[in-house]
């Protein structure tokens, strides 16, 4: 199991890679429950994640989708549900910006990891898909990933039709940042990355605090937020070095 997801370190930069390339990097959820435990350890000891996949697509969903499996009772599915909530939870909860990089498809768990990201930039090649309500799954798990990043209407079109979209129509949508051509995405990540390099961690940090509850708060306790938020990390020796 371990395979199934690379780990690499480079100085402070953790680079997490979904490792099953021969099925689209669909992921069974014991692998998905040691995914989170990767990104919270990799937020302790990291400036940034990198969060990518293997082979021609970035994530397919979950191993099991599409399959018939046994019939579980609510406590025993809530419970299931719980190992996906979970790991979206660790890229809201990680300290450090996680930066996402998709190429191919990204397909129902990989859309939402793909949104979850606080830094996504797509090949103009990636295409993007809610496809859960096509085969008889009620897919409130898969909006829960997009309600912090996805505007409502962007996200109801996604889970209703069901259809696959391409990387630019993502971008409007709130669930990447950028496009690039296929053949320049390992160089515009290597810009990105070595500008957040240069960046004071206390500002990477502080930045990823705001943005997981400012956009939530009202104006005034948001404004209040950064007033406080600005003053401390500014004033951190570690802003001088």
Known sequence: MADYILKQRDADVTTLTLNRPDIGNRQDDATLAQLAQM???????????????????FCLGREAMGKPGPALEAYQMRERADTIFDLYDAFRRSKVPIIGVVHGRAAGLGCALAALCDITIASDKARFQLPEMAHNIMPTIAMSGLVDRVPRKAATYLIYSTQ????????????????????ELDAAVSKLLERLKQTPLPALMAVKEYGRSAFNMNTQAATDFARNLHATVNTFSGMKT
């Open 39 to 57: 990104i919270d350890n990799a937020a302790k000891e990291s400036r940034l994640i990198l969060f990518k996949g293997a082979g021609e697509d």
């Open 164 to 183: 696959e979209i391409d990387a630019n129509k993502a971008l409007m949508f709130g669930i990447v940042s950028d496009v690039v051509p296929a053949a």
